[in-house]
């Protein structure tokens, strides 16, 4: 993948992301994570080769049958991306609202996830007057609301302290037992040894894949606790905190 | 689940666009005066057209014969003569034999009353009003007149109905051109607004996007924003066009400003573009913002 006329910021590239599993995106910064996830969320096309969403090739599918792919994929973005007019609760109503949903059929819903999230007093409060990690909330909340097949995170912990940071990833461990697929991009090492997961890692635009240590060990795949021989060897792959 | 205390807000849900606030009035007043003066473009055109309509009615359905002064003849004997002679061809519905004082009203507005001498020689006319749809009398009034020996001769007008009509037709074009151009004008001010409205908000119709918006979803938010926008600064265009037609015509200069500008209180046309107008700006400002957005939409994802 390339931009314009620009170098390749992503080259040989070939991966899957099997259905109800939970992977990990690390590397530098400049890697190439961000232009990865936008080819994960359908954001940018590749310039060459193939990127195959549930059995259709993104690359050359119609552009009116993008939304329909979207919706089947939750993003959560570092930034956020809330919309600051809106209300907590017509943010996290925004998938199904575009998707044709009448308020009645959904204000239940919205109000019951924000209620697991922790949000359910901020329902009326604009965005702009919640704490990073409320923020947050309400991003993953407005990813998960069409209960997606695939959940994008891109630093989802970034903006918060480390305890809210376990509280999300306790989070994106019960969605992912629930059965929506989990990528989940970030420089933090710490919140990658808490979990028993594969961890991609991009680094110069390639990338290196490394299986979970219970499928090493031929055990069970559920993402379980790291042993600190695991938090050693992924510091020796190279990835870097920033 | 959604406890009592903390109930899902009620009502309807936010408008997914932000209001624009200030940003949009400078484009409301420019969409306004456009109006107003496409408008006048089409009030001229109408003008244009009930003009020539009558024009060309008048000048078919009459002629002239003009009596020439001669020393030795009563020009007056003359003038009534040709009118008796005009009633007994087909196709003369009535003929009017003008005297002296009507020859010197015609005159007086380049040589006032009171200063011709009463010895100057005038021509004087005969009106002819003509049946319609029938035959023009023209050849056969000129023979007759002739046969007659009277010293007179029959002015057809129809020989410049060709440059009324042209005329006419010249103006309802300059008009209806002008009103093109004005709605070409306003379709790209609105396009170049909804682009630069899209592009302040770039992050609402990323979200949009991501969460699974068509295209066309995100661009009827523009276009029913636009929409209201191109009403409103129509619907004040419309009154201030009205309002200056209605002042025209009411003033001194109305008659000589007649052809541009119609009496609105006798022509319910007039009302009826007006009325019109604000409904046009709003649907050429939708179709605008429409198409501006879903290209740039196309050209961003």
Same mark, same amino acid.
């Given at each position: 993948m390339r931009y314009g006329r620009g170098p390749e910021v992503l080259r040989d590239l070939s991966f899957d992301l099997p259905r109800g599993s939970f992977q990990f995106l690390t590397g530098p910064s400049g890697a190439g994570k961000t232009s990865l996830l936008r080819l994960i969320y359908l954001a940018a096309k590749p310039s060459r080769g193939l990127v195959s969403f549930f059995g259709r090739d993104a690359s050359i599918l119609p552009r009116r049958e993008l939304p329909l792919l979207r919706r089947r994929i939750g993003v959560v973005f570092q930034e956020f991306r809330?919309?600051?007019?809106?209300?907590v609760f017509d943010n996290v109503a925004l998938p199904l609202r575009v998707s044709g949903q009448k308020r009645k059929e959904y204000a239940e819903d919205i109000a019951e996830l924000l209620s697991w999230v922790g949000l359910g007093d901020k329902?009326?409060?604009?965005?702009?007057?919640?704490?990073g990690g409320e923020k947050q909330r309400v991003a993953i909340a407005r990813a998960v609301v069409n209960q997606p097949e695939i959940l994008i995170a891109d630093e989802p912990t970034g903006n918060v302290d480390p305890e809210m940071g376990m509280r999300l990833l306790r989070l994106f461990v019960e969605l992912n037992k629930l059965g929506t697929t989990i990528v989940i991009a970030t420089h933090d090492l710490q919140l990658v040894r808490m979990l028993d997961a594969p961890v991609m890692t991009l680094s110069n635009g390639h990338l290196q894949i490394r299986a979970p240590r219970s499928e090493r060990h031929n055990q069970d795949a559920s993402p379980e606790m790291s042993t600190q021989e695991d938090a050693e060897e992924l510091s020796s792959e190279g990835t870097t905190d920033e | 689940m959604n406890s009592p205390a903390d109930p899902? %807000? *009620?009502g309807n849900s936010g408008a997914l666009l932000p209001p624009d606030s200030g940003r949009d009035t400078p484009l409301f007043i420019v969409a306004a005066i456009l109006v107003f003066l496409a408008c006048i473009a089409a009030l001229g055109a109408r003008g244009a057209w009930v003009a020539s309509e009558k024009w060309t009615t008048d000048l078919e359905s009459s002629l002239t014969i003009q009596i020439r002064p001669m020393d030795d003849r009563n020009s007056e004997a003359d003038a009534i003569a040709a009118a008796d002679i005009a009633r007994d061809? %087909?196709?003369?519905k009535n003929a009017i034999a003008r005297d002296r004082a009507y020859a010197e009203s015609l005159l007086a507005p380049w040589l006032?009353?009171?200063?011709? %001498?009463?010895?100057l020689p005038l021509p004087l006319m005969v009106d002819i009003e003509l049946e319609n749809n *029938? %035959?023009?009398p023209v050849d056969a009034l000129q023979s007759a007149l002739e046969t007659s020996g009277l010293p007179a001769s029959v002015d057809d007008q129809g020989r410049w109905l060709g440059a009324v009509r042209e005329a006419a037709n010249s103006a309802k074009t300059l008009a209806l051109a002008l009103l093109a151009l004005l709605a070409g004008a306003a379709a790209a001010v609105v396009a170049f607004a909804a682009r630069a409205s899209l592009a302040a908000r770039i992050d609402v119709t990323d979200a949009l996007h991501l969460c699974g918006a068509e295209d066309r979803y995100i661009a009827a938010l523009f276009q029913r924003r636009f929409f209201m926008l191109g009403l409103k600064s129509g619907l004040v265009g419309a009154i201030f066009a009205g309002l200056v037609s209605l002042l025209v015509s009411l003033g001194e200069t109305s008659a000589d400003m007649a052809f541009f500008l119609p009496h609105l209180s006798v022509d319910k046309v007039e009302i009826g573009l007006l009325l019109i107008a604000p409904i046009l700006s709003g649907l050429t400002s939708a179709l605008s913002a429409r198409l501006a957005v879903a290209s740039d939409l196309r050209r961003r994802w």
């Open positions: 809330l919309l600051n007019h809106l209300s329902m009326n409060a604009s965005p702009a007057t919640l704490s | 899902a %807000p *009620a061809i %087909p196709g003369v006032g009353r009171d200063n011709l %001498p009463d010895d *029938a %035959p023009s």
